[in-house]
């Protein structure tokens, strides 16, 4: 049934205007005396009366807007459903796995999210008479034709039909307008039908609301399209405001009529949460062109962009509340993956997965740091920009000490890094696929060139991605370890970097993504050094590698089981022999902030043969010593419960390194409460525990103890907890920002006392 109400969502096109000068003409006429005028009054009286009588008819019949469907009833009404993608009820704006209808206008709504992406089903309309021109409604979700969408059936044809905006390229939880003109099927018959009709990709959803017919065209009231601005470029910095979970606007950035940027921007309405920033440093003394696609009509967010020497808001950087202080994260957008890790002439370079223009993940550019340490960076401008293959996916770089790709000028080695393109994650790319290109640098990593016959190896299968380049100095060539798809990676050679081939494939279970390729000392031996292959998570087989076959003598195996470690990578051309690794500690969110996730601390890797067979470990990087600052000592101490020895310590910065007897007569417990974080090893079980309280995740792990003892070291950050048991055997990292009432160290034993063996904590300094 059709409802109609009371809402006036428009004028009728004849302003008072007009009424106003028929009256004064009227008024004019009515005190004239003059008997010439008076004859032209009678007429004009007349002709007056019936242009107010029209007017009035017309504004008089004025027509209301009719509500098809708003939701707020608390069910369908007379709607049917089909299959279980809808339920029995509309939803409210907060659905499960965080998908909020930020813009949704009233309480409730449809949404086939409420049960699930993998749900299945339509919502049916009763029949209605169109009646008005445009048919008005509020949609989100996926952009998947004739499988999410929301159709108009007049007459038993199909007429109109429309998607979510999400893709490979935006992605919002907010609802966007859409208008259908309507007017050459007034009159008619017609129903409405909301599908969701996909049960394989895994954010497929439709989400719908206010569905009305009226006279205006609420889409066009909303927006405004193809807005321009242009900037001489006479600073570094376009200043660009920024409003956490504003809709997603299509910018695209133009030099001498040519696209040289295009990223998605959450660009403030009015006023910005942050400012986040492009470094045009490149068209100093140049004009660029900022064009936005679709905006808000009252959007003031293209006008108070800016081009300046600084960034708005950079006078609080690294002091931001939740600020890690010794764990890399961006200035300013999201990052993920580590990507291109390589160390030149005393320098390391990390390069990683990064959104200049946002908190949450897109616009895969390559973010660049520089560290001499491993400890202090200094963030660069990104070094790889999205461009019409693709944004800028994960990879890696190597020093090409024999110049065989043929780049090298004077003295200097070229850096050669290899990502991924992935094409069909912007509309530059639309329709493209993922494919693995090169970039170089010829001035020790400081500026990028692309290859320009990218790509260097063509689509191989699904989402191929992520190279890992290394030297195989047996076989004098270049090998990449790819990512193909499921847990498949493959194997290519080059002998100058451009040209691959594939030489074997492998399964790698338990794991996907990020592959990671390198020769390590077992046992410290140089003399048998293996060849380890590890996946995103950390899992690793190691074996050997002839230059032809990689042959694994491990399974598939962790080396890593916190929470909160991902795309594990290592840095190339090491001078020291070491084997430094980084992850990312996906899951950290820092919302409120303008910078989202965060990096580990580096970590040195071992191999070494265990009872249970050849293992990685990993332990701090020996350059945290640059951050200590005061060191607690303790020697042969008895740790006896409820008496904590550690009431002072409440900063939020410490190295901590614990050793325990695990005596099976003593303690059933044994450990620390960091925090609220607790890290416990169990002398019955013999396993090691560590529960994160803010979510209650939990990591359990067997443990042998090492000539009857058990060994913590653990790094605490103002939003990490990383712990490594007994050397390194069983590392594991947790983002984690502790309540602010709650900042004790407290030594833990339960079900009798402990002997600590001894215990050094050492404060810690800001790396910024």
Same mark, same amino acid.
């Given at each position: 049934?059709?409802?109609?109400?009371?809402?006036?969502?428009?004028?009728?096109?004849?302003?008072?205007?007009?009424?106003?000068?028929?009256?004064?003409?009227?008024?004019?006429?009515?005190?004239?005396?003059?008997?010439?005028?008076?004859?032209?009054?009678?007429?004009?009286?007349?002709?007056?009366?019936?242009?107010?009588?029209?007017?009035?008819?017309?504004?008089?019949?004025?027509?209301?807007?009719?509500?098809? =469907?708003?939701?707020?009833?608390?069910?369908?009404?007379?709607?049917?459903?089909?299959?279980?993608?809808?339920?029995?009820?509309?939803?409210?704006?907060?659905?499960?796995?965080?998908? =909020?209808?930020?813009?949704? $206008?009233?309480?409730?709504?449809?949404?086939?999210? +409420?049960?699930?992406?993998?749900?299945?089903?339509?919502?049916?309309?009763?029949?209605?008479?169109?009646?008005?021109?445009?048919?008005?409604?509020?949609?989100?979700?996926?952009?998947?034709?004739?499988?999410?969408?929301?159709?108009?059936?007049?007459?038993?044809?199909?007429?109109?039909?429309?998607?979510?905006?999400?893709?490979?390229?935006?992605?919002?939880?907010?609802?966007?307008?859409?208008?259908?003109?309507?007017?050459?099927?007034?009159?008619?018959?017609?129903?409405?039908?909301?599908?969701?009709?996909?049960?394989?990709?895994?954010?497929?959803?439709?989400?719908?609301?206010?569905?009305?017919?009226?006279?205006?065209?609420?889409?066009?009231?909303?927006?405004?399209?193809?807005?321009?601005?242009?900037?001489?470029?006479?600073?570094?910095?376009?200043?660009?405001?920024?409003?956490?979970?504003?809709?997603?606007?299509?910018?695209?950035?133009?030099?001498?009529?040519?696209?040289?940027?295009?990223?998605?921007?959450?660009?403030?309405?009015?006023?910005?949460?942050?400012?986040?920033?492009?470094?045009?440093?490149?068209?100093?003394?140049?004009?660029?062109?900022?064009?936005?696609?679709?905006?808000?009509?009252?959007?003031?967010?293209?006008?108070?962009?800016?081009?300046?020497?600084?960034?708005?808001?950079?006078?609080?950087?690294?002091?931001?509340?939740?600020?890690?202080?010794?764990?890399?994260?961006?200035?300013?957008?999201?990052?993920?993956?580590?990507?291109?890790?390589?160390?030149?002439?005393?320098?390391?370079?990390?390069?990683? +997965?990064?959104?200049?223009?946002?908190?949450?993940?897109?616009?895969?550019?390559?973010?660049?740091?520089?560290?001499?340490?491993?400890?202090?960076?200094?963030?660069?401008?990104?070094?790889?920009?999205?461009?019409?293959?693709?944004?800028?996916?994960?990879?890696?770089?190597?020093?090409?000490?024999?110049?065989?790709?043929?780049?090298?000028?004077?003295?200097?080695?070229?850096?050669?890094?290899?990502?991924?393109?992935?094409?069909?994650?912007?509309?530059?790319?639309?329709?493209?696929?993922?494919?693995?290109?090169?970039?170089?640098?010829?001035?020790?990593?400081?500026?990028?060139?692309?290859?320009?016959?990218?790509?260097?190896?063509?689509?191989?299968?699904?989402?191929?991605?992520?190279?890992?380049?290394?030297?195989?100095?047996?076989?004098? +060539?270049?090998?990449? =370890?790819?990512?193909?798809?499921?847990?498949?990676?493959?194997?290519?050679?080059?002998?100058?970097?451009?040209?691959?081939?594939?030489?074997?494939?492998?399964?790698?279970?338990?794991?996907?993504?990020?592959?990671?390729?390198?020769?390590?000392?077992?046992?410290?031996?140089? $003399?048998?050094?293996?060849?380890?292959?590890?996946?995103?998570?950390?899992?690793?087989?190691?074996?050997?590698?002839?230059?032809?076959?990689?042959?694994?003598?491990?399974?598939?195996?962790?080396?890593?089981?916190?929470?909160?470690?991902?795309?594990?990578?290592?840095?190339?051309?090491?001078?020291?022999?070491?084997?430094?690794?980084?992850?990312?500690?996906?899951?950290?969110?820092?919302?409120?902030?303008?910078?989202?996730?965060?990096?580990?601390?580096?970590?040195?890797?071992?191999?070494?043969?265990? +009872?249970?067979?050849?293992?990685?470990?990993?332990?701090?990087?020996?350059?945290?010593?640059?951050?200590?600052?005061?060191?607690?000592?303790?020697?042969?101490?008895?740790?006896?419960?409820?008496?904590?020895?550690?009431?002072?310590?409440?900063?939020?910065?410490?190295?901590?390194?614990?050793?325990?007897?695990?005596?099976?007569?003593?303690?059933?417990?044994?450990?620390?409460?960091?925090?609220?974080?607790?890290?416990?090893?169990?002398?019955?079980?013999?396993?090691?525990?560590?529960?994160?309280?803010?979510?209650?995740?939990?990591?359990?792990?067997?443990?042998?103890?090492?000539?009857?003892?058990?060994?913590?070291?653990?790094?605490?950050?103002?939003?990490?907890?990383?712990?490594?048991?007994?050397?390194?055997?069983?590392?594991?990292?947790?983002?984690?920002? =502790?309540?602010?009432?709650?900042?004790?160290?407290?030594?833990?034993?339960?079900?009798?006392?402990?002997?600590?063996?001894?215990?050094?904590?050492?404060?810690?300094?800001?790396?910024?």
């Amino acid at each position: 049934m059709v409802r109609v109400v009371s809402t006036d969502r428009g004028e009728n096109g004849l302003g008072l205007n007009y009424f106003q000068i028929v009256w004064s003409v009227l008024v004019f006429f009515l005190n004239a005396s003059n008997e010439t005028i008076i004859a032209m009054k009678n007429a004009y009286l007349k002709f007056a009366v019936l242009t107010v009588i029209a007017l009035c008819s017309l504004m008089c019949s004025k027509q209301k807007d009719l509500t098809i =469907a708003d939701f707020n009833t608390g069910s369908y009404g007379d709607w049917k459903t089909e299959g279980n993608a809808f339920g029995k009820s509309p939803s409210s704006g907060v659905l499960p796995v965080n998908i =909020a209808a930020e813009h949704f $206008a009233s309480d409730q709504m449809a949404s086939s999210y +409420q049960w699930g992406d993998s749900s299945m089903g339509k919502l049916i309309s009763p029949e209605f008479d169109i009646a008005r021109r445009y048919i008005n409604f509020q949609i989100g979700g996926s952009r998947m034709p004739d499988k999410t969408c929301i159709n108009l059936i007049v007459e038993g044809k199909l007429e109109f039909s429309a998607t979510g905006v999400n893709d490979n390229v935006i992605r919002t939880n907010q609802l966007e307008w859409v208008s259908w003109d309507v007017s050459r099927l007034k009159g008619k018959k017609a129903m409405i039908e909301v599908v969701d009709m996909d049960s394989t990709r895994k954010d497929a959803f439709i989400s719908v609301d206010n569905i009305y017919q009226g006279d205006k065209n609420k889409e066009d009231e909303t927006y405004i399209y193809n807005q321009e601005r242009r900037f001489t470029i006479n600073d570094r910095y376009l200043n660009i405001p920024v409003k956490q979970g504003a809709y997603p606007q299509l910018m695209r950035v133009s030099a001498n009529g040519n696209t040289v940027m295009e990223f998605v921007v959450e660009l403030a309405e009015s006023t910005p949460d942050y400012w986040m920033f492009l470094d045009v440093n490149e068209f100093k003394g140049k004009e660029i062109k900022v064009t936005i696609y679709k905006m808000i009509r009252e959007s003031t967010g293209l006008k108070s962009m800016i081009v300046d020497s600084t960034v708005k808001g950079f006078e609080n950087l690294y002091q931001e509340k939740n600020r890690p202080l010794f764990h890399f994260t961006s200035r300013r957008g999201w990052h993920n993956d580590p990507n291109g890790l390589v160390f030149y002439e005393g320098t390391y370079h990390m390069f990683y +997965q990064h959104n200049p223009l946002g908190w949450p993940w897109g616009n895969m550019t390559w973010g660049h740091a520089i560290s001499t340490d491993l400890v202090h960076w200094k963030e660069l401008a990104p070094a790889l920009y999205p461009d019409s293959l693709g944004t800028m996916f994960s990879g890696s770089a190597v020093v090409d000490w024999n110049n065989t790709a043929q780049y090298q000028q004077g003295i200097d080695k070229t850096l050669v890094a290899l990502y991924t393109a992935a094409g069909g994650t912007s509309s530059w790319s639309a329709g493209k696929p993922f494919t693995q290109c090169m970039a170089y640098s010829t001035d020790k990593g400081l500026t990028w060139i692309k290859y320009n016959q990218n790509p260097v190896l063509p689509h191989v299968m699904a989402e191929n991605r992520d190279p890992k380049v290394v030297w195989d100095e047996s076989g004098r +060539q270049w090998i990449m =370890a790819l990512y193909l798809d499921k847990n498949m990676y493959a194997l290519y050679s080059s002998a100058d970097l451009k040209t691959w081939r594939e030489i074997q494939r492998i399964n790698l279970d338990n794991v996907a993504e990020c592959p990671d390729f390198f020769q390590i000392a077992l046992d410290g031996n140089d $003399a048998r050094k293996k060849w380890v292959l590890t996946g995103a998570n950390g899992h690793f087989m190691a074996g050997t590698f002839d230059g032809k076959q990689f042959k694994p003598e491990t399974k598939s195996t962790p080396s890593e089981w916190g929470k909160n470690y991902y795309a594990v990578q290592s840095f190339s051309d090491m001078k020291d022999g070491r084997r430094i690794q980084v992850g990312w500690m996906a899951g950290s969110e820092f919302r409120g902030m303008p910078f989202n996730q965060q990096m580990s601390f580096p970590r040195e890797l071992t191999l070494k043969t265990t +009872q249970d067979g050849i293992r990685l470990f990993a332990v701090p990087a020996r350059e945290i010593v640059l951050l200590h600052g005061d060191k607690k000592s303790w020697q042969e101490t008895v740790i006896k419960p409820g008496n904590n020895i550690l009431d002072p310590f409440q900063d939020d910065l410490y190295h901590i390194i614990a050793e325990f007897s695990a005596d099976r007569s003593a303690a059933q417990q044994f450990g620390f409460n960091i925090h609220g974080f607790h890290i416990l090893y169990n002398n019955k079980t013999g396993t090691i525990k560590a529960v994160r309280p803010t979510d209650n995740a939990v990591s359990e792990v067997k443990v042998k103890p090492k000539q009857g003892r058990i060994r913590m070291e653990i790094l605490l950050d103002k939003t990490s907890v990383e712990i490594f048991i007994n050397d390194g055997e069983v590392p594991m990292a947790f983002y984690y920002i =502790a309540d602010e009432a709650n900042k004790k160290l407290a030594l833990v034993s339960e079900g009798g006392e402990v002997k600590l063996n001894s215990l050094d904590i050492f404060e810690l300094k800001s790396a910024w």
